[in-house]
């Protein structure tokens, strides 16, 4: 009976310890897989899934795709054994984004106190940014994962100095570079908050930190010509546009509040949020946590970390401006954590005027449920560079097309950015009679570079319209898309269209973000 009473207890006390938490992870989980299948694969997502049906040799071969490392396709490739639907390829993000609250959760804890950590921890699980990105066939919610694990054992490591964590750490952190090449900018931000912090740590942590880096190299080594090629390629020709102002102020509305936020006060939210984080860096700078802090004037180790990871975007800024722009809120998502552990601090700095506190905490709150109802419903997106308008119903539009077609009748595409979706949704029998309007749906120069890319992973057949001529036989499916909402037409197609148009039998516009048409 004592025994009982005892476990009983320690039962107790663990769940009322780790409650906050386990809501949190749970609320967090359930607005990560909501609605998770509705919405039709767009381009990078049906890139991305074409990619990994390939075989394994493929997957690490130097022309895969172009610019990314390979692990995220590793993992879909063996997630597409198990189903195609949506809901199925998209689950690996959102179970990856909802572990990274607890382990936000987790580095909060061991920097501060447990206010600031459930704090953070609620911030990264309501986060529409984070949200948007778990539903996405995308490596930003593995990456994000990978470097806070990284992040925690790190600390972990450098605390104890225990050999397990140290290979755990570097185990972990190789991953995330082998997700995405920015993480090679989390292990500079480790290196300064070490050299930041040379006076706190002993000689021993030093080379054993030496050693962590050479082997996380040797680790990284077999890569290497493959992340120099796709730098060249970077370097060379990127789609990213010239990094602005407004791009970077961007950066922290995106972190807090997402993309669907045409209908909220930008010039409020900033304010809002540059007061609290103001009110973060302040309490970081001016408050010590430990004894030896206070006694030696140290600055705090959580000060040591913000100006380590703050410091990253700054680098890449100035990358971006000497050599090729590179600088977007997705690719800086490993340190967005970093962000909502300030905003905690700032949050954490009313919390002896319950009024401000109360305040704070409830505009936050109000702003970001408006967003996220803004985002579940597709209303209020505001332009963000690389993230489409409006969710594309491809997957209707190719299930119509398959019912109707009849052989050898041939699919034509307007513009390349919705071929990567057709060829994933398209029965096999008819993916090779699936076409691409020729030189015509190359507008731009970032259509230039995607159809670089494309050519180094796939192939794909094109006609130009201005010089075909239909057979009596062959019936031609037209499908007029582009990346924005309203539908792209040549002028070759659209002249095309004009001498065909009285063997036009069906035109639709019910399938939003494109219309289709089909000539017999």
Known sequence: ??????????????????LGISVLFLFGFFLRVYGLGLKSLWFDEAWVLLESQKALAVLFNVNTEGIHPPLYRLIMHFCLHLGHTEWLVRMPSAIFSAASIIVGYKIAMLIFNKRVA?????FIAVSPFHIYYAQEVKGYSLFFFL???????????????????????????????????????????????????????????FRKWMVVQ??????????????????KRVVSTFWIPTITVKNVSNIFINFTAGYYTLNLNLAFLQFLIGIIFL??????????STDEERINRNPSEGLLIALS?????????????????????????????????????????FRKNKIIFTSAMFLLTIIIAISLNNYYFEKNFRFSIGVPSVTKQFRQ????????????????????????????????????????????????????YSEACFKQTFNFKTINMGEFKKQADVGVWVVCSHW?????????????????????????????????????
């Open 214 to 231: 050479v082997l996380t190299f040797l680790l990284f080594a077999p890569w290497l010509f493959v992340f120099i090629e796709h730098f």
């Open 309 to 349: 990871y703050l410091l990253i975007p700054v680098i890449i800024l100035v990358f971006s401006k000497i050599i090729r722009p590179l600088y977007l809120d997705r690719a800086l998502i490993s340190i967005s954590f970093l962000y909502y552990i300030v905003l905690a601090k700032g949050i954490e700095f």
């Open 484 to 520: 924005s909402d309203l539908p792209f037409i040549s002028k070759g197609l659209q002249e095309w269209m004009n001498v065909y148009k009285k063997k036009m039998s069906f035109k639709s516009d019910r399938f939003r973000g494109m219309d289709v048409y089909y000539f017999n």
């Open 147 to 205: 470097s806070l694990l990284s992040v925690y054992l790190f600390l972990r490591a450098i605390k104890s100095d225990r050999t397990g964590l140290w290979l755990g750490y570097t185990f972990l952190t190789v991953l995330s570079i082998y997700t995405h090449y920015f993480g090679i900018f989390n292990i500079l931000a480790q290196n300064l908050f070490l050299m930041f912090s040379y006076k706190r740590y002993g000689k021993s942590i």
């Open 397 to 448: 539009a190719a299930r119509y097309i398959a019912s109707s077609y009849r052989n050898p009748d041939i699919i034509m595409l307007s513009h390349y950015s919705c071929w990567p979706s057709f060829q994933y949704y398209l029965p096999d029998n008819i993916k090779g009679r699936l076409y691409l309007d020729g030189p015509a749906s190359i507008i731009d120069k970032n259509d230039k």
């Open 118 to 122: 459930l704090c953070t921890a609620f």
């Open 279 to 288: 009110c973060g860096l302040w309490s970081l700078i001016f408050s010590r």
């Open 1 to 18: 009976m004592i025994f009982s009473n005892s476990v009983k207890n320690n039962l107790r006390e663990i769940l009322l310890n780790n």
